[in-house]
């Protein structure tokens, strides 16, 4: 079956860097997308690879392995506002993504 | 730019009504989706549509009818609502099969 796994929820300081992991099941692939959810709102993009590597964006950084089918998020100097859900979603041989149930990221003080 | 609506933000139904959730986009995209998100679950895909004029069945689709009579517009039908589709609705488009896709704002439907 197709399925993504990432952690439920994760704690992280400001200015601190937090790496959230993706592993990933699908049949067939077509890349991986990252996604960032405040509560209440709806999901924005962040991030899109689908070469092994890794991708910088700014404070942002998605890195691939293909090979590992996994994939994290590097979320660098934190701010009170990154706290939200990211959601990490792969896409499959028919070009629909199969999502995670997200992580909960917590910035503190 | 507006990008993608939906209509109504919210809805209390009651079981047994139909009801339609409205979606519409102004970015010309020519592919649109329907998910629903449920607390502990990923976002999951109801239907989409690649191009005006065709729709295709997503992971759960069970309860819901679309159509896709321009490229503009993608409406969701739940013919004969159930207390299992209590859920938020995402309505989303883009421009290409591997490209990012654009969500509207959302839709929060309880059914009693």
């Known amino acids: 079956g197709q399925n993504i796994d990432q952690p439920t929820e994760m704690t992280a300081t400001e200015g601190a860097i937090v790496q959230i992991n993706c592993t990933y099941q699908t049949s067939g692939f077509n890349g991986l997308f990252w996604y960032q959810q405040h509560a209440g709102e709806a999901p924005t993009f962040l991030s899109y690879n689908v070469l092994d590597g890794l991708e910088e964006k700014g404070r942002f950084s998605s890195f691939l392995s293909r090979s590992k089918g996994y994939s994290y998020l590097l979320l660098k100097e934190l701010q009170m506002k990154d706290s939200a859900s990211y959601l990490c979603a792969a896409m499959d041989s028919n070009y629909q993504l199969i999502w995670g149930a997200g992580t909960k990221l917590i910035i503190k003080p | 730019t507006a990008g993608i609506t939906q209509a109504p933000t919210s809805q209390i139904l009651a079981a047994g009504r139909s009801m339609t959730l409205r979606c519409t986009q102004d970015m010309r995209h020519n592919a649109m989706y329907w998910y629903r998100q449920d607390l502990g679950l990923g976002l999951r895909l109801i239907h989409y549509?690649?191009?005006?004029?065709?729709?295709g069945k997503g992971e759960v689709p069970d309860g819901y009818s679309v159509s896709r009579a321009n490229t503009d517009d993608f409406p969701l039908t739940l013919a004969s609502a159930v207390p299992s589709q209590t859920s938020v609705y995402f309505c989303?488009?883009?421009?290409?099969?591997?490209?990012?896709?654009?969500f509207g704002p959302g839709t929060r439907l309880t059914v009693l």
């Open positions: 549509s690649n191009t005006a004029g065709t729709t």
């Open positions: 989303a488009s883009s421009d290409g099969e591997n490209n990012e896709q654009f």
